[in-house]
């Protein structure tokens, strides 16, 4: 959901390797719209460190869980 | 001109200046745009239409939210990434413009602000309502 909202897609279809090359859209100010998404839906903080790691969704959704799991 | 850093900023922090709008504004965004419909340009056509006279381009209005980023709230580090608006009154050639912003989010990740942006008329109606996401340099 939050991909279709931040993209304003509702077609979008996303998967762990999904990654920025795969929509069109994802460019670097959508980026931190997707990032700020994230961090009210799910309550969280990233810094630029973690951000800067992740190659695709799954990799952000395995960071997610892991803060999730540490609150 | 304001020179606010990311660190200066608090959450609550409000800006805002007032301006006029004229014959020449109206006359020098045409001449930027080329947007010569008649509601704008035609006394006439615009009160057959219902209003009380020609109306305010409404992105001249917004215009002004360049300025209140640009040069008050954050001021000289501002970089506007996105702009969310709704008009909610027509502007009239001789209003005069309250424009307000006031941030409501800060993103410390990203040194990004949120500002809840709003121009009222000097009858103190709003005329335009949104949001402005904008990037702060250090």
Same mark, same amino acid.
């Given at each position: 959901?939050?991909?279709?909202?931040?993209?304003?897609?509702?077609?979008?279809?996303i998967?762990?390797?999904?990654? *920025?090359?795969?929509?069109?859209?994802?460019?670097?100010?959508?980026?931190?719209?997707?990032?700020?998404?994230m961090? &009210?839906?799910?309550g969280? &903080?990233?810094? @630029?460190?973690?951000?800067?790691? @992740? *190659?695709?969704?799954?990799?952000?959704?395995?960071?997610?869980?892991?803060k999730? *799991?540490a &609150? | 001109?304001?020179t606010?850093?990311?660190?200066? $900023?608090?959450?609550? +922090?409000?800006?805002?200046?007032?301006?006029?709008?004229?014959?020449e504004?109206?006359?020098?965004?045409?001449?930027?745009t080329g947007? $010569?419909?008649?509601?704008?340009?035609?006394?006439?056509?615009?009160?057959?239409?219902?209003?009380?006279?020609?109306?305010?381009y409404?992105?001249?209005?917004?215009?002004?939210?360049s300025?209140?980023?640009?040069?008050?709230?954050?001021?000289?580090?501002?970089?506007?990434?996105?702009v969310?608006?709704?008009?909610?009154k027509?502007?009239? #050639?001789?209003?005069?413009?309250?424009?307000?912003?006031?941030?409501?989010?800060?993103?410390?990740?990203?040194?990004?602000? $949120?500002?809840?942006?709003? #121009?009222?008329? +000097? +009858?103190?109606?709003?005329?335009?309502?949104?949001?402005?996401q $904008?990037?702060?340099?250090?």
């Amino acid at each position: 959901m939050i991909f279709r909202d931040v993209f304003d897609d509702d077609t979008l279809v996303i998967t762990d390797s999904t990654n *920025a090359e795969d929509i069109e859209d994802w460019d670097s100010l959508e980026h931190i719209n997707l990032i700020m998404a994230m961090e &009210k839906e799910f309550g969280l &903080k990233f810094n @630029l460190q973690e951000i800067g790691e @992740l *190659a695709n969704v799954g990799e952000m959704a395995d960071l997610i869980g892991r803060k999730l *799991a540490a &609150k | 001109m304001n020179t606010y850093c990311y660190a200066d $900023i608090e959450t609550g +922090q409000k800006e805002s200046f007032s301006v006029r709008v004229t014959e020449e504004t109206m006359d020098s965004f045409k001449a930027i745009t080329g947007d $010569i419909n008649p509601l704008h340009n035609d006394s006439d056509h615009a009160r057959n239409r219902g209003y009380e006279d020609r109306v305010v381009y409404g992105m001249l209005t917004a215009s002004y939210l360049s300025t209140l980023a640009g040069v008050y709230l954050p001021g000289e580090k501002s970089l506007i990434q996105s702009v969310e608006i709704r008009f909610s009154k027509p502007v009239y #050639i001789g209003d005069i413009l309250d424009i307000e912003g006031e941030v409501t989010e800060k993103n410390d990740t990203f040194k990004v602000i $949120i500002l809840k942006v709003s #121009i009222k008329n +000097q +009858q103190g109606k709003k005329v335009l309502k949104g949001s402005m996401q $904008i990037g702060v340099a250090e």
